[in-house]
């Protein structure tokens, strides 16, 4: 078994190996929707490109709040690994799958009922309005296979085994790509097709990882009659996941309001800003990443009670996130236009590229700020501080949607830009204090 002890050996290793891993399976999740819409785009035309544009910031609502409630369990999880505790371990794996199946399952009929509605709420142009429903509709009822690759991923990750997740992402990445070109650019279906292979590859991930683990992770693998929910570990799933899911859902909840104001900018702004999000996603995941490696390091060192590794892990974590500042920045000034035309035929990037451009420029700087406040976020889930990550995301998000809706009208998609540096900024101004004094508490009440 793959199991990595973290409360041992070097950290800088232990955040690198972990980080690695996570980065590239979070980055072949964002494929999916990319090879959509890249395809979409192509094949079908910038209308299709806007519309999966529109329906997206809604489906990652769902999808960063089931990954929310998984991330929730996998704190727990790792404190039970770092404990030694490994029956606990188990009993919290059967109740987040149980709980969450009945849940997602929920969430795919109420989101396939009400897709039209929202999106009407969100101000989606009327020309657009049909591909997009259609296009959400069926993405939604993708939602239990969705929590269940994440629920399980979550499993392997509070061991310590970030590689697995990976190789199964990297296969349904590939086999989405692979029924895109297949249906869509060599047949010519439209935009239901584009829905139905995202939902196909998300089933085969949720497969293969149920198979890998029944084949070779005895510590995780339950028998039948553990097969049922621990109504004391699910209060406290709930208690952490809820919150974790709060949060999580936040930052989707912002985008969707943001969309709400680039939407009446126009099918040009609308396409650009869905272009321009899609570099955003995989310029922030791995800064994401690496706060996951910092939230299990730190998770599995509480429940050894390793204080002093703890600290050290965290400021370790936050170099490694200054240095991907720097390749990142670098990477998106000097390539902007190449990217920004992966998502646009020649003919539509003459509209397209000046607004695009204009807005990673901006953005390209920024993205340090994300950096350390998505290490610090790591930091806080890892000690099982939920609250704070909530309160935190919460004022960041609010910050962005009140700039954006001051700067767009006058400053267009690059005004969203802006409008993220205001709310990053406020949020490390709360998170930098209420740190060093949370240290102080932590220091005087161990976990153990």
Not at 32 to 60: H, Q, W
Request: glycine share 8%; net charge positive; charged share 15%.
């Amino acid at each position: 078994m793959s199991a990595v002890n973290m409360t041992e050996g070097g950290i800088f290793r232990h955040l690198i190996r972990y980080s690695v891993p996570l980065i590239l399976g979070n980055l072949f999740q964002l494929t999916y929707n990319v090879v959509d819409s890249v395809i979409a785009g192509r094949f079908i035309g910038k209308e299709a490109l806007a519309a999966e544009g529109t329906a997206n910031p809604v489906m990652t609502i769902v999808i960063l709040g089931i990954s929310g409630i998984c991330m929730g369990s996998g704190v727990l999880m790792s404190e039970f690994f770092g404990a030694k505790a490994y029956e606990k371990l188990k009993h919290e794996m059967a109740t987040s799958v149980l709980f969450g199946l009945f849940f997602s399952l929920a969430v795919a009929l109420l989101g396939a009922l009400l897709s039209e509605p929202v999106l009407r709420l969100i101000r989606v142009p009327e020309d657009l309005m049909a591909m997009a429903s259609i296009y959400l509709r069926i993405t939604f009822l993708g939602a239990p296979f969705t929590y269940f690759y994440n629920a399980l991923a979550a499993a392997l990750k509070s061991v310590g085994d970030s590689k697995t997740p990976l190789k199964f992402l990297m296969f349904s990445s590939i086999l989405n790509a692979a029924l895109d070109l297949l249906f869509i650019g060599g047949l010519g279906f439209g935009i239901v097709c584009s829905a139905v292979t995202t939902v196909a590859a998300e089933a085969a991930s949720a497969a293969l990882s149920f198979w890998h683990i029944y084949r070779h992770v005895p510590l995780l693998r339950l028998r039948r009659n553990e097969w049922r929910i621990n109504r004391s570990l699910l209060k406290q799933t709930l208690r952490y996941g809820s919150i974790t899911a709060l949060q999580q859902a936040c930052q989707p909840v912002g985008k969707l309001l943001i969309q709400g104001a680039v939407n009446p900018l126009g099918i040009d702004a609308i396409a650009a800003f869905n272009a321009v999000g899609r570099i955003d996603d995989y310029s922030f995941t791995p800064e994401q990443s690496i706060a996951h490696g910092i939230t299990t390091f730190v998770a599995q060192n509480r429940g050894a009670g390793k204080q002093e590794r703890i600290v050290r892990g965290f400021r370790k974590g936050l170099v490694l996130e200054a240095i991907y500042w720097g390749f990142i920045c670098l990477t998106v000034l000097l390539f902007k236009e190449p990217l920004i035309r992966l998502f646009v035929t020649n003919t539509e990037a003459e509209a397209l590229l000046p607004l695009a451009s204009r807005y990673l420029g901006y953005m390209a700087w920024f993205y340090l700020l994300p950096g350390f406040t998505n290490g610090i976020q790591g930091y806080f889930r890892g000690m099982g501080n939920m609250r704070v990550t909530l309160l935190c995301t919460f004022i960041q998000t609010s910050l962005r949607v009140v700039f954006t809706y001051l700067l767009t009208p006058s400053m267009g998609i690059a005004g969203v830009a802006f409008a993220c540096a205001a709310g990053w900024s406020a949020m490390l101004l709360f998170e930098v204090p209420y740190y060093f004094r949370s240290r102080c508490t932590d220091a005087q009440h161990p976990a153990h």
